[in-house]
């Protein structure tokens, strides 16, 4: 069983955790108006992988028993 995080270890994720989430917050902004498909592209796969550091720092903040 992995050892509880500490206040500041705890902090950060959460800290980096808001990051990719706004990452992928902004991205969709800029691809609801993104018109070619090739640019779209890139734009789905920048919030494909914020969305997999998301999830990876959530399993490090609640880490499965």
Known sequence: MPEPLDETESRRLR???RGAV???R?????LRTE???HEALEWVDMI???ADRAGALLAML???E
């Open 48 to 50: 494909e992988r914020a």
């Open 35 to 37: 018109t070619d498909p």
């Open 62 to 64: 609640a880490p499965e």
């Open 26 to 30: 902004l991205c969709v902004e800029v």
């Open 15 to 17: 800290h980096d955790l």
């Open 22 to 24: 706004n990452e992928m």
